[in-house]
């Protein structure tokens, strides 16, 4: 017994909790439906605003018309009475005890009463103590409320009163509502009590009909608000998508002009701006084909002198010691290096504009990273341990293959490696290489001042230093790490840094396995682990997008 | 962006837009709304005038008894309270101490009295028991099956009372050995009882007899299944054993309800073994008395069952070929009338005039009866003493003499019932004596004859063949009564049970039947120094009189269901045939356009 109950708690509960969800859900959909859709919006606040006016417009009119009804009732009723009272008078006079007119009386008020029950009639001689005076029909007397008689007990003699009340019957007959008048003459009370049945009949008639009416009405402003803002809509629908169109880049997207209403000015308009922008945008990407063209073209046109000068300056440095003036041959010197790294920009210049014309391409092979690491470390080498770093690897035991262009890999890492050594302050340099089932990632570490919040990413802008102030000898031409972005993102990879100041940087290369496909995730942090802070005051986590 | 666009409108303006086109809309569809002021004439019958069982009615509402009432007002309070039948007398027994069983029901035993009883004399008293006697005029009693006896004389009534632990006085016996009866007065049975007809038929014959009962009108909703209940109880004394009830003896009513117009009755499976013919002929008979019905469903043991070839929703005004009045009922208005002509034959009233059709001496007779197969005439002798027949209706036969009376005694006017058995009764100053004669045999007396000791005047079989409305002298006076024709268990005829139909005539000299319900009667009110016509409702409801003017010196008269009254009259020594000028009319003026005696109407 106990465990069925629980189990129908049980199930009652649950059932309970589905429905709630259905609800909730039903809910939840229903308020995100009426957030996105001014339709649902308007035709909502329409049938419910029309709702309310039709409502307090029905109850108004029905108390109108009930107050009109009963209005009629009561006059008709006093005047019954009073014609009532006046034969009472007539026939009985005032003095009069004879069992037998009372009775002739109240037969002739019984034929007034109709056969179907008009109204009901109750006498009652005050002075008669065996009995309460005659009713005719089923009506009993408890019909006739207290309250009623005691205001015509105490009333002067000959007024009337009316009051409302419930009709009680013998027999089956059920109660129903009244209208109650009386009078009193001389020893007589006399009672009329009409049931207010059929005006009750009206009134629910004309309720019904006129709730009919009232939700009709309603159900048409709802249509019409939604038909009308269907009207509005549409074209602003349709605008939106237009400008999410516009918005993807295609700028040849129009919205289709119809009539000369508002709606049309708005889509003219939205196709002016179109327009403009399509021009403005059209203009800007012929600018900036103009401009790289200058760069590479002026980049070519260099190559050629800057061969002159170089056999030149080569001839002179070599010849340096030659020179009388130790000042000539310093600047032999000078001019050697500057050339040096004239030429190195002007290459840089080349491959970058390279990359902006969309001329590079990818030369892949399948190549084991760690050996690039460890051919690209061999190089620098020497230059490390001038500056008192020493590389540490982090390799892992199996070869980490992957599709890459070797040249530009080489270049990435002999970019990022010289970085280091230069800014590592002579501190160790770590470079770790993982690999997954995806992608392959080389980092490099260094201990050196490290990066300042938002430079991060602005170590990858053309032509950017972390000390303004540093001079241009030193360092590389401020393009090599735009161009490792650039080789990077040819391979469909990425190229992104961390650093904070006074902990060093890392700069981590992850590519994909397979050229060309896309990248999910890396094999290794980009916040090196142990650094500092767990957590990172800067991470460029989509750097390479 | 060269120009700004208009934006479009804003929902709210919309909205408010349309909520004031809703209340526009509104105010303008309730302004249209008025009475209208003209148009076509429509037309209604009018509400039927006749008084219908469920008539709006009166009661009296009682009062329960005071603390402070001493016994003769307690007793006072009891008579009054015991008038009002709502809730099984309640407030009446409240009056009474618990141990008294007096419960009355529906179906009351009543002592009718003459008026309210006032100021109950006290007989003895203690401060325990009182003993109160009332006096008063008894009119009559109403049995418990509803059937009135007029039983005129002083009423001597004594009643014990006991003081009850509260200290109020109460009821502990009850006077007489009817311990469930009432004692009302003519008023009050007038207001809580309503005289209504059962309908029964008549032995070996398709006819009905009205049965007429008071009726308690406790509510008019339980009014159809008291009528139905009071149906299936059978005929009251008066008519028991003179008709026949087609409902199989034990049939009780199991629900009867009424759905707008339509009752359905539903009968216990007993009522299997009647004929649903005949059981619908009788309750749409008694039905039709309640105006709230017009329809009728007959139900046995939950089984709606129908008539032969007919409907199972059946009109109450069905069942026409089991009137009271015959067969005939239809086309009624083609009843020839039959008088003797100035000139001396039997003629046929056609247009104000009598075209002769039986001439000689059976022409001749006086007080002509016409058989209802139209094969005989009977009639009496110049004196009344002899009684003659003749046939067939045609030419000169001859008058065959059937009977001669006694010294000093007289025939009354030959009467046919349906069957076409001639009755007449012989009758002296101080006694009577009732000839039956059946077709082709001699006459024979009655062996039972109620009224063997009286003088009677006249004897009318009903249509129905089982009532007789005689006018018979008793104590001096001219009295209308009608019995009832019923063959005792040896097959001999019993014509007894007569009972008054009305008080209101001093004097009567000759009647027949209207209808079944209503004898027209030529008669003397208080205070009427001629005879005149009246029409007086065998329901003992108040006559009413027939038409205006003179008349002269009125004789007899004939009546038919539908046809015009006609009185033969003497003025001015010519013997005159007299009709209202209108015959629907009751208050139509006589006329007497033919010259002749004795009209009458065949059957």
Redesign the interface.
Known sequence: MNLSLDRAKRVTRRGLRGVRRVLRGTARRGYARWRRS?QV??VT??LF??AI??AI??AF?MQQVSSALMDGKVKAARLQLDEGLAQVQRDLGTTSED??RL?AM??R???R???S?LYEV?I?DTTE?????????????ESVPRRLRDELRHAPAGSRAYTYGKLS?????PSERGLIVGGRTGQYELYYLFPLEQEQRTLTNVGRSMAG?GIV??LL?AA??SL??RQ?VIPVRLAAQGAQRLAAGRLEERMRVRGED??A??AR?FN??AANLQDKIGELEDLSQVQRQFVSDVSHELRTPLTTIRIAADMLYESRDTFDDPAVGRSAELLQSQLERFESLLADLLEISRHDAGAATLDAESLDMRDLVLRVVGDIQGLAERKGSKVVLQLPGEPCMAEVDRRRVERILRNLLVNAVEHGEGEDIVVSVAADRDAVAVAVRDHGVGLKPGEGQMVFDRFWRADPARARTTGGTGLGLSISREDAQLHGGWLQAWGEPGNGSQFRLSLPRVAGAELRGSPLPLVPPGAGDARPLFAELEAGD | MGHRATPPPRPAAKRLRTAALAAALLTLGTGCATVPGGGQVVTGKPAEGAERVDDPYVRLIPVRPRASWGPDEIVSGFLAASASFDDDHEVAREYLSPQNSWKPGLRPYVTVLQSRIFGPDILKATDEQATVRVTGAQLGTISSDGQYTAAPKDLDATFQLAKNPQGAWRITNLPGEEKSGLLLTKDDVERAMRPVNLYFYAPGRDNLVPNGIFLPVVDRETLPAQLVQALLTGPTSWLNGAVQSAFPTGTRLRRLDVDKDVAVVDLTSQARGGSVERMSAQLSWTLRQLSGIKRFRLRIAGETVAPDGGDSTQPVGGWAGNSPDGRTTSGQSDQTAYLVGASGFLGALEDDHAQPVVTGPAGRLSRPAVAPDYQELAGLGSKGDRLFIAGPLTGAPAARPLLTAGRGARFTAPSWSPDGTLWTVESKTDQSRLWVRQRNRPPVLAAHWGLGGRQVLAFRVARDGVRAAVIVRIDGRLQVQIGRIARAADGSLDVGSFLPVSSELQDAVDLAWRDYGTLAVLGRKKGDSLNLPYLMPVSGSAITSLGVGALGDPRTIAAAPGAPVLIGTRSSNKDQVCRQRQVDKSFSEWICPTPGRDPSYPG
Do not use: C, H, W
């Open positions: 001014i919006r308007v606040s329409t605003i029309s006016v039709v417009l029905g009119l069992d037998n009775n109240v037969n008020l019984k034929a009463s109709g056969p029950g109750y009652r103590q065996y009995f309460d005076g005659y009713a005719t029909n089923e009506l009993r007397e019957y013998v027999g089956d007959r009416v009405l309603v402003l019409i608000a009308v803002t509005v508002d709606l000015r708005l308009s002016d701006m």
